[in-house]
T-cell receptor, first 107, second 114 residues
Framework: RKEVEQDPGPFNVPEGATVAFNCTYS??????FFWYRQDCRKEPKLLMS???SGNEDGRFTAQLNRASQYISLLIRDSKLSDSATYLC????????FGAGTTVTVRA | EPEVTQTPSHQVTQMGQEVILRCVPI?????FYWYRQILGQKVEFLVS????????KSEIFDDQFSVERPDGSNFTLKIRSTKLEDSAMYFC????????????FGQGTRLTVV
């Protein structure tokens, strides 16, 4: 079983739409969880941390379910600039990356 | 805003040659990492480094790879005898802790082995 698995997408959505996708992880001892964003041929950049209580950052909402070992990201009111690959990241002594979920927001 | 810097941004080398990729982590960070991403594939962990020694390494990080922190600021990845399959984007990252704080990534070095 892969350490971190994501739905690869692509999710192709119109501007203004809501898009949501999940990530599952295998190591129940994982300590921290993040969503990173990666634009084409660029470095991963932290989008947001994910907390057990769930957290929001503007149009982005992240949820963590430790019992089921999954993380979710929801993007409301999608913008063209949200087009990117979203990387689920789980940490113990290192960051383990999912393969990424590609989101394309169209005008 | 503090950032991780990597040099060079692009390196082309002949198969069998040695390359050194350089990174300057964020100054008060203690944990350093190298990752690689082959074009179109996922980001893969290579090695983590703390307190002047390797703390973890992946199966990819075999004997042809080494890391060093030669002074108080630089963190280097050396590939001794490059192979075509080493062609990838190499990212350096640093964090203030492990298992908790987020890591910050440099812009990457694109290594092309010909």
């Amino acid at each position: 079983r892969k350490e971190v698995e994501q739905d690869p997408g692509p999710f192709n959505v119109p501007e203004g739409a809501t898009v949501a996708f999940n990530c599952t992880y295998s190591n129940s001892a994982s300590q921290s969880f993040f969503w990173y964003r990666q634009d084409c041929r660029k470095e991963p950049k932290l989008l947001m941390s994910v907390y057990s209580s769930g957290n929001e950052d503007g149009r982005f909402t992240a949820q963590l379910n430790r019992a089921s070992q999954y993380i979710s990201l929801l993007i409301r009111d999608s913008k063209l600039s949200d087009s990117a690959t979203y990387l689920c990241v789980v940490t113990d002594y290192k960051l383990s990356f999912g393969a990424g979920t590609t989101v394309t927001v169209r005008a | 805003e503090p950032e991780v810097t990597q040099t060079p941004s692009h390196q082309v080398t002949q198969m069998g040659q040695e390359v050194i990729l350089r990174c300057v982590p964020i100054s008060n960070h203690l944990y350093f990492y190298w990752y690689r991403q082959i074009l179109g594939q996922k980001v893969e962990f290579l090695v983590s480094f703390y307190n002047n020694e390797i703390s973890e390494k992946s199966e990819i990080f075999d004997d042809q790879f080494s890391v060093e922190r030669p002074d108080g600021s630089n963190f280097t990845l050396k590939i001794r005898s490059t192979k075509l399959e080493d062609s990838a984007m190499y990212f350096c990252a640093s964090s203030s802790g492990t298992g908790g704080p987020e890591a910050f990534f440099g812009q990457g070095t694109r290594l092309t082995v010909v």
